[in-house]
């Protein structure tokens, strides 16, 4: 995270050379063939925050952070704040009400807003109506079954977009508004209800390799692409040959189609630049795998 951090910093700069510090941290880091000890990268991330006027951080899901080395960087937002002057360093950081980052940050935040607050309410019913407007599966429902839908989602989501989001992928696949109707009598209390909903509306035929495809983006030490993806999810591990026969082979275009709730594309923002098994594949949340696990 720092050295992304210091990247960015670096490339909104407009002096196009880099600062001694940096420079010196790369000739010690290169010297012994390590990479820079994470001591030298928070210095290093708070000295060039200080060669601007205003800088302005962002720390999305701070959550999802290792919890074994997030105390580490709650440290250091707390020393890079104390460290500038007032007005020169604005730091925005979502996250997940911990209690670790909550006892951290709490100290140190000037405004907050709580996804759980009614405030967040408005925002939740705007996302609502673009997706019953733009979604082609609400098309065929009346006004005033899309203002049912808006209305319920809207009161049972307790500030969860996420929940909000699931629910409506499943909402436009129901054929009738007496669908309609009967889903949202039986809504799921909570994400780990909804994702055992859509992994048992899964064929069974399917569900196995779904499954494996899920485990196998949970666990991967590197990103896998589509491609490799469906690879991986027919290898039977009792057996000493594989890949002889393609007709054994997954229809890649079956993961995103199977569970879109679940899997999504990682470089969704950049598909005009891969072909479609060359793109990177990850658990569309990070709920989803801790629901796995």
Not at 23 to 50: E, F, R
Not at 116 to 133: F, G, M
Not at 151 to 178: N, Y
């Amino acid at each position: 995270m720092l050295l992304s951090l210091i990247g960015q910093l670096l490339r909104a700069r407009s002096d196009p050379l880099l600062p001694d510090e940096i420079m010196n941290l790369y000739h010690n880091s290169k010297a012994i063939g390590t990479s820079p000890d994470i001591k030298d990268l928070q210095t290093a991330a708070s000295h060039i925050t200080k060669l601007s006027k205003k800088t302005f951080i962002i720390l999305d899901a701070l959550d999802e952070f290792p919890k074994d080395t997030r105390g580490s960087v709650l440290s250091w937002i707390g020393e890079v704040a104390a460290d500038h002057n007032a007005g020169s360093l604005s730091i925005l950081v979502t996250s997940r009400p911990e209690a670790d980052i909550v006892k951290s940050l709490e100290p140190l935040t000037n405004f907050s807003i709580s996804l759980q607050s009614e405030i967040i309410n408005a925002d939740i019913r705007v996302y609502i109506q673009n997706s019953l407007d733009g979604r082609d599966g609400f098309k065929k429902f009346s006004k005033e079954i899309r203002s049912e839908i808006e209305d319920t989602l809207v009161t049972r989501s307790h500030g969860m977009f996420r929940w909000v989001d699931c629910l409506l992928r499943i909402l436009q696949e129901c054929l009738t508004p007496k669908a309609v109707k009967a889903a949202l009598k039986e809504l799921p209390k909570d994400l780990d209800s909804v994702y055992l909903r859509i992994l048992d509306s899964i064929h069974e035929t399917q569900r196995e390799y779904i499954q494996r495809a899920m485990h196998w983006l949970a666990f991967s030490a590197e990103p896998l692409t589509l491609g490799q993806l469906a690879e991986a999810v027919v290898i039977e591990y009792d057996v000493n040959k594989y890949g002889e026969d393609p007709e054994t082979l997954f229809d890649p275009n079956s993961l995103m189609s199977i569970c879109p709730s679940l899997i999504s594309f990682e470089d969704a923002r950049d598909h005009k630049h891969f072909t479609q098994e060359s793109r990177r594949l990850r658990l569309a949340h990070f709920s989803v795998k801790e629901y796995l696990i």
